[in-house]
């Protein structure tokens, strides 16, 4: 017989008994929340996205990295992570004088649409982002990327590099070792 009720029972009974978390937001206590963070703090979205664009220039501006005027190299792989980057660089760079972001952005995204086979679309949705955003950017592919010297220079990358890409993503069969070979060639 399963003995998961006999032994393992008080587990999820402690777990039915955790205390509900407040409903309100934490900072206007108005309107309800929609992001939970550290499992206690619950926020609506009107003051989680002003708090986490303010804690983001905050950072930057604490860590003194980044001087006035320089360029500063964003790497975008097309996630939402990603995308919520570049919105917060973009948010940053729109304040008033004294709140705004200091550095000049360059954006770069490597196509990696030879190993995943996905349609040309993917790269239009991230050029439009790109061209909406009003940043410098680059679309480098990425066969371009592994075997090129120059990568930015070059607008032309021959197909037996994106053939050997292929076939040496192809020979690798646990998806680890994929996994690891595209962060290594990245």
Not at 18 to 31: A, D, N
Not at 34 to 57: A, D, E, G, I, W
Not at 173 to 185: G, P
Request: hydrophobic residues 35%.
């Amino acid at each position: 017989m399963c003995s998961v009720n006999e032994e393992g029972a008080d587990a999820f009974e402690i777990l039915n008994h955790i205390e509900p978390l407040e409903l309100k937001c934490r900072k206007c206590l108005l309107e309800d929340g929609n992001v939970v963070l550290q499992k206690k703090y619950v926020y609506c979205k009107s003051c989680f996205v002003p708090m986490v664009t303010h804690k983001f220039r905050a950072t930057l501006g604490k860590s003194k990295l980044v001087n006035r005027g320089e360029r500063v190299l964003v790497c975008v792989s097309g996630s939402q992570s990603s995308v919520s980057l570049l919105h917060m660089v973009w948010t940053g760079l729109q304040q008033s004088t004294y709140k705004r972001l200091t550095f000049d952005p360059v954006v770069l995204y490597i196509d990696e649409s030879v190993l995943h086979n996905h349609p040309q679309d993917q790269q239009n949705k991230i050029k439009e982002l790109f061209e909406k955003y009003g940043f410098t950017y680059h679309i480098v592919k990425f066969a371009a990327a592994v075997y090129s010297d120059n990568c930015l220079s070059e607008d032309i990358y021959d197909d037996q590099y994106n053939y050997k890409l292929q076939n040496i993503f192809k020979n690798l069969s646990d998806l680890t070792l994929k996994e690891d070979m595209l962060m290594k060639l990245r």
